[in-house]
Nanobody, 125 residues
Framework: QVQLQESGPGLVKPSQTLSLTCTVS??????????WSWIRQSPGKGLEWIGR???????YYSPSLQSRTSISRDTSKNQFTLQLSSVTPEDTGVYYC?????????????????WGQGTQVTVSS
């Protein structure tokens, strides 16, 4: 059974960099054809896809967040990390990591087969 667990600070000050880690157990992040995404839900808004890293380490970001986003991985720890720079209160929300299969960007919830429980991040001074 694959499990994903998000971790990181729950409070980030404006203009700083938000950094979250997703630890994966029960499966390797380098396994063929799996892609590992970061998704968030802000208050009063729907789910927003942030970006992903693939089994080979390739990355792809949402165009609206691309200039502030970086996703990397540590294969020795089976983790992948999100960094979102220059945060504002609009970046407040629950951040999830999730897995999908295949190179097509997954746009529907059912295309993600495993999710972390989510972690609340608040941007405030």
């Amino acid at each position: 059974q694959v499990q994903l667990q998000e971790s990181g600070p729950g409070l980030v000050k404006p203009s700083q960099t938000l950094s979250l880690t997703c630890t994966v157990s029960g499966g390797s992040i380098t396994t063929y054809y799996y892609y590992w995404s970061w998704i968030r839900q802000s208050p009063g808004k729907g789910l927003e896809w942030i970006g992903r890293i693939g089994y080979r380490g390739s990355t792809y970001y949402s165009p609206s967040l691309q200039s502030r986003t970086s996703i990397s991985r540590d294969t020795s720890k089976n983790q992948f990390t999100l960094q979102l720079s220059s945060v504002t209160p609009e970046d407040t929300g629950v951040y999830y990591c999730a897995r999908s299969t295949g190179p097509k960007i997954a746009t529907r919830l059912e295309e993600y087969d495993y999710w972390g429980q989510g972690t609340q991040v608040t941007v405030s001074s």
